[in-house]
């Protein structure tokens, strides 16, 4: 299924280090290309280009009709239970229990968390994909509840049953992430986004960082439909417009979103978000019917919190390409390629270091690294001086902390420092500028940084 390009390190000495171009051919391929795989570098700064390690992965074609399969069960359950699956009626139940039972037969881990408000207890389901690298996780969710007023078929039956389908699909597919995968639909969002807020605010703080993204999925088959993509973190909402643009399909940017939904609790505490939304009870322009089609000075969604939310108020068009976007960025963002080991980052610019002077510092910026730096971040130095007991040097990370490299000393009249440091940098943030920090504490003896170097 998977071909990744041997792991190698090779340092590249241009200005500009390109990796293989990656083909988006028809029929998708969710190209994945190593971070900093296109580098482009400062005057004096060489930085190494990760290799092209490629994992070339087939998204698969969700079935529609499996999507509307799952709307045709809501709506059924809507049916038994008065009309509707909200929040604290038999019928929203009806549906957690029914969603969970997929996920159980295909190999998820779920879990039930349960919560109170409105004198009701709510649900919110987790599922779980085995695998993947735990401390990098790709979620996705949608509210499952619906509005009193009627079954919420658009609203959200479609966005629940998307990401379920896209989780079935994942089991059926054997799919090994690198990242791991996490599904969850949320209770009681139309009370105020509840449930994904009980979650959020029960989720630890350590837990909370593993998440890399959260994408969300509240009405994709609005029976007008315009594609709106939430206007957030660049690399999530550069992903879902990657997959429209592959199809073919024109998007706008969803400015209105921010809040309205479940990923703004995400967001309040700094996950990144992103998301797909169809359009509610907004009119459609002139230009956007152009666009898209349908019809201009109508809703996107006229049954929008009404009882006519029913299987009849959506668009199998809208429905289908919402839920291959889904799968698409599941597929993107899961099979990542992890950051790879011995990237090097280095500064060949000399620059003097004043006698008996204030400190000089040399640059590098570090990109395309996930997560934090090494506990045995290589730190290589190279400065040649006429009595290094002079020097004191010290690694600033992107933060401003620093880490003592060398003291000076009276007595080491050694000429130069070439050597490689290791310093536990566990605690900091690979991305960003890294500054090597000089100075020289004694008069008469002088010299310059030579180069150095950080390896990831
Ligand atoms: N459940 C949301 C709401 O009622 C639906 C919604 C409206 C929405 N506008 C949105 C979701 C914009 C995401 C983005 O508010
Ligand atoms: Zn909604
Ligand atoms: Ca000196």
Request: with cysteine; proline share 4%; aromatic share 8%.
């Amino acid at each position: 299924m998977s071909q990744r390009a041997s792991r190698r390190s090779r340092v590249l000495r241009s200005a500009v280090a390109t990796g293989a171009a990656a083909t988006l051919a028809a029929g998708f391929l969710a190209t994945t290309l190593a971070a900093g795989f296109l580098a482009t570098t400062a005057s004096a700064q060489v930085t190494q280009a990760r290799p092209a390690a490629v994992t070339v992965q087939a998204v698969p074609d969700i079935p529609v009709a499996n999507v509307k399969a799952h709307l045709a069960q809501f709506q059924s359950i809507a049916n038994a239970n008065g009309g509707t699956r909200a929040h604290g009626r038999a019928g929203y139940k009806a549906s957690v229990d029914y969603v969970k039972a997929k996920l159980d037969g295909a190999g998820f881990t779920t879990t039930l968390q349960t919560f109170t408000t409105s004198g009701a207890t709510g649900y919110n389901l987790i599922a779980d994909w085995p695998g993947g690298d735990a401390s990098h996780v790709i979620m996705a969710g949608a509210h499952l509840d619906s509005v009193t007023a009627g079954p919420g078929i658009n609203d959200n039956g479609s966005g629940s049953a998307g990401i379920l389908e896209t989780a079935l699909a994942v089991s059926r597919a054997g799919l090994q992430p690198t990242k791991h995968l996490r599904f969850g639909w949320w209770g009681a969002e139309e009370l105020g986004m509840i449930g994904s807020k009980y979650y959020v605010n029960n989720l630890p703080t350590a837990e909370r960082a593993k998440i890399d993204g959260y994408l969300n999925f509240d009405m994709i088959g609005s029976p007008n439909p315009g594609y709106f993509v939430y206007d957030d973190d660049p690399k999530l909402e550069g992903v879902l417009k990657n997959y429209f643009a592959g199809v073919g399909v024109p998007t706008e940017i969803e400015t209105n979103g921010d809040g309205r939904s479940d990923h703004a609790p995400f967001k309040n505490v700094g996950i990144k978000v992103g998301g797909l939304y169809t359009g509610g009870d907004e009119i459609k322009t002139a230009a956007q019917a152009t666009k898209w089609g349908g019809t201009a000075g109508q809703d996107f969604d006229a049954c929008y919190h009404a009882s006519c939310d029913t299987s009849a108020n959506i668009s199998d068009t809208a429905l289908d390409r919402g839920s291959d976007s889904i799968a698409y960025a599941i597929w993107t963002l899961g099979t990542e390629a992890p950051p790879l080991p011995g990237t090097v980052f280095e500064n060949t610019a000399d620059v003097q270091i004043p006698d008996n002077g204030a400190a000089v510092t040399s640059s590098v910026t570090v990109s395309g690294v996930t997560g934090n730096a090494p506990a045995a971040l290589q730190v290589g130095v190279d400065i040649k001086h006429t009595y290094r007991g002079d020097l004191v040097i010290d690694l600033v990370a992107p933060d401003g902390s620093t880490y003592r490299l060398k003291n000076s000393s009276t007595s080491d009249s050694a000429d130069n420092v070439v050597t490689t440091y290791t310093v536990n940098a566990s605690s900091e943030v690979a991305n960003g500028v890294w500054k090597l920090k000089v100075q020289d504490i004694a008069a008469q003896d002088t010299g310059y940084i030579n180069s150095w170097k950080l390896t990831f």
